[in-house]
Nanobody, 115 residues
Framework: QVQVVESGGGLVQAGESLRLSCRAD????????FTWYRQAQGSEREFVAA???????NYADSVKGRFTVARANATNTIFLQMNSLTPAATAVYYC?????????WGPGTQVTVSS
């Protein structure tokens, strides 16, 4: 079992920044990657960013250049630094940990960007 918990969401104005955190606890030795997704109200859940334990990263085109995903050294904690936020970023952000035989999701953290 892996427990995944996100934190750091909140209400900001357009142009401001937020940093989200995701921590995976439990049987986390087999983790090879973390992924951030987001889901706006009335929309499908969409990919935002991913990072491997080797620190390779991948981003959705919509966030490239503004969002940065990073991993705390030798830990199962990752961060999503979100800069120059726009109202389009308003969503619940989920951390996802894919393992060989199961997927683990956190409960999500709300990000709201006002115009």
């Amino acid at each position: 079992q892996v427990q995944v918990v996100e934190s750091g969401g909140g209400l900001v104005q357009a142009g401001e920044s937020l940093r989200l955190s995701c921590r995976a606890d439990g049987s986390a030795d087999d983790i090879v990657a973390f992924t951030w997704y987001r889901q706006a109200q009335g929309s499908e859940r969409e990919f935002v960013a991913a990072i491997t334990i080797g620190d390779s990263t991948n981003y959705a085109d919509s966030v490239k250049g503004r969002f940065t995903v990073a991993r705390a050294n030798a830990t199962n904690t990752i961060f999503l630094q979100m800069n120059s936020l726009t109202p389009a970023a308003t969503a619940v952000y989920y951390c996802h940990v894919p393992l060989a035989f199961a997927d683990y999701w956190g409960p999500g953290t709300q990000v709201t960007v006002s115009s």
